[in-house]
């Protein structure tokens, strides 16, 4: 086109970009109109709060965000014959693709949701297999001074008809890809890749295991997977519930934008701990006792020590009711505690079952006797007669979870059937509480508490859940993950690289044995789109050490910076290094062993330069390396790799996942001895 031609090309889809907006806006007084007089038609009061609820998030989920693009794509169907999604109702026409359906007042659409059928081929389409498509346009966004972010800017075409296919050759691909990065995640639906898109689009009921290596986007992967499914089989998902499941509150509060941005408000977003959170954590273990802990050997220790507790009777039952005294002979009640252990259902689930055959045999002889069926009352009342309970607590004890556990550790596996000895003197309570209520819980204990929970009673599946770095969840976390998509599926995230736990997995086909997914399909991404092909190359050199088996990272970025320093004065090169890294644009990073993050932190501030933690919203963050995991920067300043690895058994692994944060600039500071895969690189 030409320059004239081009400028009235761009006028036009500002055109339908303002058009769309206006669409939007109409929709959302439409919900808001709906939603103010919506209990004006409701027919009771439970009608009306659920209708509310659904009108307000109809509302939330129509939000225009003026920074973020509309729509990012167009798809111009072909005419002619050809194959898959151009022929037939899509011939000749031409589609916007977005971040959410918008439709002009007959209800025509005006964008179209980026998880629409449709709009596959955006993602998929090539010069090999055009799908239909003739031209697929991307769209530049950018700011401009005193102008709100988000203004259509540019445009580039491919023209899949012809063969012309730029791939990771477009700019306006790049520049999306490579912008700088200020605050918290942002969602990928401009860039996402074929090989993405193929998971991002899997099927409900399939669970999924990525291994991606750094700047592959596998959270991403995770997070766009879980608002297809939202948009494939909402009404499904709305009852059964989709689950985020995070490292930590740090990397939960850096993608919790990404889901809203989507459309999607209804998604629970927590930790690992946060799920099994049914005591309050105020204890912590020794490196030895919270490894066995985390054992799935101690769901075995649990399981033996709750159903020791059931005893055969030893005795008939007499049950006074009125003028008559009812008898169960010792061999029926043996039968109904064998039938219900053989039957193996929740131990609380057990203990009911027992007692309502109990009650079932007091009942056929009171039918001989009056010749009427007994009421339900009466069956309430002699199901928590005093004989019964005692029976019940005889034979099939109530137990909570809490007592369970602290049981177990005050006399852990007795006869030594489970755990050796040197494990049992771990995680023996050397001074026991008096008490299960005033005992002082660990995470590892809250852990086996939700396993006790489990299996004393049924817990509640959710749809789908997606967990993240998921390679530092322990056999029993699995479990625990476990019971909650019984009846639902999982993607799962991780590296087996960046495994840093003392459990840390060595093979994905373990961690799915024990989250009950054995046979999910594993999906390996290499190419990297984030972390730029030096700093990957650098960390690269560290997989020998890692003990794992994990294809060489590789990345499309050829734009980033490595500076590698030894320095005297650690405090001052910080300084001096976040003073450089503020003449570029995006995020700052500083990264260093825990121990050493206070005194950075005041170097800066007794410099003037503003920092905050990982929670924080300013632009120059110190981060403990132990809390690195998951996030990004456009530039990371390490400090003291050799502290960092020295700070725990798996500190080389915890290195690679520090180097492997930059999107844009590294920058390693040291005064000790580098580790030798890093000198190598140097």
């Known amino acids: 086109m030409t320059l004239p031609a081009l400028e009235t090309e761009l006028q036009a889809e500002r055109a339908h970009l303002t058009a769309s907006r206006a669409a939007l806006r109409r929709m959302r007084e439409r919900a808001e109109h709906l939603f103010a007089t919506g209990e004006q038609v409701s027919g009771d009061p439970f009608s009306a709060e659920s209708l509310g609820r659904t009108l307000a998030n109809r509302v939330a989920e ?40 918008v439709t002009d007042d007959a209800g025509e659409p005006m964008v179209l949701d980026w998880r629409a059928p449709i709009s596959r081929a955006f993602y998929r389409a090539s010069a090999a297999d055009p799908q239909g498509v003739a031209v697929r346009r991307r769209f530049g966004w950018a700011a401009r001074a005193g102008e709100a972010a988000g203004e259509l800017t540019s445009f580039e075409d491919e023209h899949l008809d012809r063969g012309e296919e730029l791939g990771t050759a477009s700019r306006i691909l790049t520049a999306e890809i490579e912008r700088p990065r200020v605050g918290p995640m942002r969602d990928i639906v401009a860039t996402i890749q074929p090989e993405q898109d193929e998971l991002v689009r899997a099927e409900l009921d399939e669970s999924i295991c990525v291994q991606g290596a750094p700047g592959t986007g596998k959270t991403a992967v995770g997070l766009h997977r879980a608002a ?34 989507l459309g999607e408000l209804d998604v629970k977003q927590m930790t690992v701990d946060d799920l099994v959170a049914r005591v309050p954590v105020r204890g912590t273990d020794t490196p030895a006792a919270a490894t066995v802990k985390q054992d799935a050997r101690m769901a075995a220790v649990l399981a033996d020590a709750l159903h020791g507790r059931i005893r055969r009777p030893s005795e008939p039952m007499m049950v006074p009711d009125g ?11 043996r039968r109904i505690v064998d039938e219900v252990r053989l039957e193996a259902p929740p131990y609380g689930i057990g203990r009911e079952r027992v007692r309502a055959r109990v009650v079932a045999l007091l009942m056929r002889q009171a039918e001989y006797t009056s010749g009427e069926s007994p009421s339900e009352a009466w069956q309430r009342r002699m199901g928590k007669s005093k004989q019964v309970n005692e029976f019940l607590d005889a034979v099939w004890p ?58 004393i009673d049924r817990v509640s599946s959710f749809g789908h859940i997606v967990i993240d770095e998921a390679q530092d969840l322990s056999p029993m976390q699995c479990r625990a993950i476990a019971r909650r998509s019984v009846h639902g599926s999982i993607t799962l995230l991780g590296d087996l690289a960046q495994g840093t736990a003392p459990w840390a997995a060595r093979d994905w086909r373990d961690t799915l044995a024990h989250l009950g997914k054995p046979d999910a399909r594993v999906v390996p991404l290499r190419t990297g ?67 050493a993050v206070p005194r950075l932190a005041v170097a800066l501030a007794t410099s003037g330069l503003a920092a905050g933690g990982p ?18 920067y456009d530039h990371v300043i390490v400090v003291e790799p050799a502290d960092i690895v020295a700070a725990e058994p798996r500190g080389l692994h915890r290195l690679y996942v520090v180097l492997t944060r930059a999107v844009s600039r590294l920058d390693v500071i040291h005064r000790a001895p580098l580790p030798p895969a890093i000198v190598d690189a140097v």
């Open 323 to 333: 003028s008559y005294r009812w008898r169960i002979s010792t061999d029926a009640l």
């Open 228 to 261: 297809y499914l939202l948009y494939l089989h909402r009404d499904r998902l709305k009852r059964a519930g989709v689950l985020i499941l995070g490292p930590n509150r740090s990397f939960l509060n850096y993608i919790a934008a990404v889901l809203p941005a």
């Open 529 to 595: 789109f984030r972390v730029p092909e030096v700093v990957v190359d650098l960390a690269n050199r560290l997989l020998p050490a890692l003990e794992v088996e994990v294809p060489e990272a590789v990345s499309l970025r050829r734009d980033g910076a490595l500076r590698i320093r030894e320095v005297s004065d650690l405090d001052a090169a910080t300084v001096a290094a976040v003073r450089a890294a503020l003449e570029f644009d995006g995020s700052v990073g500083v990264i260093a062993a825990d121990a």
């Open 62 to 101: 129509l939000a225009d965000n003026p920074n973020t693009p509309l729509f990012f794509g167009r798809l111009d169907f072909g005419t002619g014959e050809g194959t898959g999604e151009g022929t037939g109702e899509h011939a000749g026409q031409r589609y916007y693709v977005g971040r959410r359906h």
């Open 398 to 455: 109530a137990i909570t979870p809490e007592q369970l556990v602290f049981d177990v550790l005050c006399d852990p596996d007795p006869d030594g059937k489970v755990l050796t000895g040197p494990e049992r003197d771990a995680v023996r309570w050397v001074k026991p509480a008096k008490t299960a209520k005033s005992a002082r819980w660990s995470a590892a204990d809250a852990v086996l508490i939700d396993e006790a929970a489990g299996l």
């Open 615 to 632: 929670d924080d919203d300013e632009r120059v963050t110190v981060m403990p390396a132990t809390l690195a995991k998951g996030l990004e």
